[in-house]
């Protein structure tokens, strides 16, 4: 068939159905991904597990389980759970995780779940607003020593103002705890 000939031919519905296809697969390919994070990355939808009986805290071996009104975990891009008995363990964790597990060392938390102190309800972690409570006769939990979380930045005021030894300048961002903030709350791991 030379040029002339190719010219003249006109498109079949078999043609306009194969476009149509293609364009479909495109679109999805395109929606499928992860909607783009502030650092250009592929968001993940992870979601908070049910905390299994047999599972032992991954700092300090308690079973969180036990403690369904302070339990917390992370989860990571393997979709990958860490369960913990308290929110100290989990910022411990997620502060310097390959202290705890080689496997996780320099991994961040795709997701992070705590449980709200004045609530319980379980609430994002990464989101959440931490008062560093550092006096265990306030606050009745695992591990006698954990930052508290709050899913409303009003309601972690409110526990500060409570207190004269506590002010704003004690709530933090989940992202705020690094190794010596981890080592204030979890000394005797280190």
């Known amino acids: 068939m030379d040029d002339d000939e190719a ?3 006109a498109p079949t519905r078999r043609t306009y159905l194969k476009l149509g296809g293609l364009t479909a697969t495109a679109a999805l390919a395109g929606c499928l991904g992860g909607a783009p994070t502030a650092d250009g990355g592929a968001q993940t939808d992870v979601e908070p597990a049910d ?3 047999d599972a032992s805290c991954a700092v300090c071996n308690m079973m969180p389980a036990k403690f369904p009104d302070y339990n917390a975990q992370l989860a990571y891009e393997s979709n990958d759970h860490q369960f913990f008995c308290s929110t100290g363990c989990m910022t411990t964790f997620a502060a310097v995780p390959g202290h705890f597990d080689e496997a996780f060392d320099g991994e961040t938390p795709a997701g992070a779940w705590a449980h ?3 609530t319980k309800a379980l609430v994002d972690g990464q989101s959440a607003f931490y008062v560093l409570e550092m006096n265990p006769d306030r606050v009745d939990d695992p591990m006698m020593k954990n930052p508290l979380a ?3 930045r009003d309601d972690a005021v ?3 103002d409570q207190y004269d030894d506590l002010s704003e300048d004690d ?3 989940f992202d705020a705890f690094d190794r010596e903030l981890a080592e204030q709350y979890r000394a005797k791991f280190f």
Do not use: L, T
């Open 7 to 9: 010219s003249n031919v």
């Open 51 to 53: 905390v299994p009986d």
């Open 116 to 118: 709200d102190h004045q």
């Open 150 to 152: 709050f899913a409303s």
């Open 158 to 160: 409110a526990y500060v």
């Open 171 to 173: 709530i933090v961002a």
